[in-house]
């Protein structure tokens, strides 16, 4: 669910993006439901089927007569299983709040290169915020810069993670935090740093920014891999990517 929360005044609406992903197999037909809505409430999942995948937008209506509270409301998948996801739905006085993500999350840079990032924002519930944005847990002779460094909750900054010469070999999890008056949300980045060097020389270290076809080699966490795929953003390695890259040992 994407936002998985939000809140409305009786007799009015909210909505959220419900996605899909075939994670083994092949593509399916997925079903979709809802159950858990309060009383003088309906809802709408368009369309009510997906092929793993994609998307489908979940439109929750609330009646005038909609007791205000807080509704855990399970949006149910049905393919050749079965998964559920919970929205939060808050129905009455609804808290200001707002979700926070990266785009991409992981990036992959030599010593003394930058990687860089969209910060998604969106308004959850309640009036658009002002969101400030902060960086820590920073690896040596790093430093991060935002643009802008504050935004109204909807819109996006870009982030770019500038490493040096200094900065060891490594992955560390960079935490990305939006604060607002109200709250604040957290996301974490996956930088890897390489080193000239350092046993991967002469082979190019893995991008998450980079298409990739079948037969290119990368280094990635001091390892060589031989991409049998067409891939942009599936980390060597990565459980998700085992029909992408191939481990061809310690380089």
């Avoid at 929205?87 to 930058?114: H, I, K, M, R």
């Avoid at 944005?133 to 819109?155: C, D, E, I, K, R």
């Avoid at 974490?188 to 920014?209: E, K, M």
């Amino acid at each position: 669910m994407s936002p998985g929360a939000g809140g409305t005044q009786p007799g009015g609406s909210v909505s959220a993006t419900v996605s899909t992903t075939t994670t083994s197999g092949s593509p399916q037909t997925v079903n979709l439901s809802a159950s858990g809505l309060p009383a003088g409430a309906t809802a709408n999942l368009s369309p009510s089927s997906v092929t793993s995948g994609n998307s489908a937008t979940l439109t929750i209506n609330t009646g005038p007569g909609t007791v205000a509270g807080t509704y855990p409301i399970t949006v149910t998948g049905t393919g050749s299983t079965t998964h559920s996801v919970t929205y939060q739905l808050t129905v009455g006085t609804v808290p200001s709040d707002f979700s926070l993500s990266l785009s991409p999350g992981t990036g992959s840079v030599g010593a003394g290169a930058a990687a860089t990032s969209t910060v998604d924002t969106a308004t959850v519930s309640g009036p658009a915020q002002t969101v400030n944005l902060s960086a820590g847990s920073l690896p040596p002779g790093t430093t991060v810069n935002f643009s802008p460094a504050s935004v109204t909750s909807g819109n996006s900054a870009s982030l770019t993670i500038s490493t040096s010469a200094a900065t060891p070999a490594g992955t560390y999890a960079i935490t990305v935090t939006g604060t607002t008056a109200a709250t604040s949300h957290a996301a974490t980045y996956t930088l890897t740093v390489t080193v000239p060097g350092g046993g991967c020389a002469g082979i190019p270290a893995w991008s998450a920014s980079q298409a990739y076809a079948p037969g290119d080699t990368v280094s990635h966490i001091g390892r060589k891999w031989n991409s049998t795929w067409y891939s942009t953003g599936a980390e060597p390695g990565a459980a998700q990517s085992w029909a992408v890259w191939s481990d061809a040992g310690p380089c």
